[in-house]
């Protein structure tokens, strides 16, 4: 049997007026469950979960919201959701990363970086390296110029001991610093790949031309010596 919608909010509003949250809860609750893609109603009974200081429960909510308005295309809207869900558990990793994909879809490229990057620092401080790679490939995907994001993935594969693809990923963040002329940055980089390549001898044979080329014929010598 339908619900009636009406009375079924009049019943809620009355519970609402009387502060009895939970029994106005029970009664959007029935709406929801004959149309679970009500998001208005889903947005009422997360309100009211917040309302009762039960964050966990409203976070439950709003991540259904949120993928509901994803879903649908109105990613301005999930964006504010996922901020709202933040706003009661900053440490919602999951919260972040989808947030910072809202920012793409939205073509915030800015925003999404700076999410993607918070998002891989906290993933990186719990332990959870593979879940940090990922990201941090999502961010050089979504801007391959972006020298930083990509040293800092090299040292994070550097720190998880996978020293082949160390190298391969300086490699690429030094070949940015030569196309834009950052020679210093470009020679500390290049010196972190030989170090997880060692035995790259045309990598040395470069770094000590550089050295030669600043009259360091010390640290010439040594790249020579490879």
Known sequence: MAVNRTKVLEAAQKFLS???YDKAIAEYQKLVAEDPR????LLKIGDLHTRRNKPKDAIDIYEKVAELYAKQGFFLKAVAVYK???KLDATQ????IKLAQMY???ALASDALSTYEQAADALLAAGQTDKALDTMQRMIALDGQNV???IKYAEALSKADRARDAATAFSDGARLLREQGRMDDYIRVVERQLYHDPDNVSIARELASKYLERNDPKRALAKLQV
Do not use: N, P, S
Request: glycine fraction near 10%.
């Open 38 to 41: 009500d998001v208005r109603t």
């Open 104 to 106: 793409e879809e939205l």
């Open 18 to 20: 009387k502060g009895q």
């Open 84 to 86: 709202q869900i933040l």
């Open 148 to 150: 930083a994001a990509r």
């Open 93 to 96: 990793l999951g919260a972040t």
